[in-house]
């Protein structure tokens, strides 16, 4: 069984820093894009940034300059690393994974269960 497991959220004072990790565990062959999204109360689901396996990066408008994704392949994580929060970053963070090969197949769109991040001072 595959598995999404995040980490790494909190309270952080605006202007501050945080760093999430998603750590896909299981019986992994490769996995092709990885990526952040973030729900917010009374919102709809956005992507916050996305990165293949290949290292190409993409973000939203609003957390350009200040987030940044990165992965290690042998690990099977994701980071993300965030600076310069503001209020309007608090949200639940939930890590994606477009396509797993596993022993037993592909797995598609699969998630972590998210960890909440709250910017507040």
């Known amino acids: 069984q595959v598995q999404l497991v995040e980490s790494g959220g909190g309270l952080v004072q605006p202007g501050g820093s945080l760093t999430l990790s998603c750590a896909a565990s299981?019986?992994?062959?490769?996995?092709?894009?990885m990526g952040w999204y973030r729900q917010a109360p009374g919102k709809q689901r956005e992507l916050v940034a996305v990165?293949?396996?290949?290292?190409?990066?993409n973000y939203a408008d609003s957390v350009k300059g200040r987030f940044t994704i990165s992965r290690d392949n042998a690990k099977n994580t994701v980071y993300l690393q965030m600076n310069s929060l503001k209020p309007e970053d608090t949200a639940v963070y939930y890590c994606?994974?477009?396509?797993?090969?596993?022993?037993?197949?592909?797995?598609?769109?699969?998630w972590g269960q998210g960890t909440r991040v709250t910017v507040s001072s």
């Open positions: 990165i293949t396996s290949y290292g190409s990066t």
């Open positions: 994606n994974a477009d396509r797993i090969r596993t022993r037993g197949g592909v797995l598609y769109d699969h």
């Open positions: 299981g019986s992994i062959f490769s996995i092709n894009a």
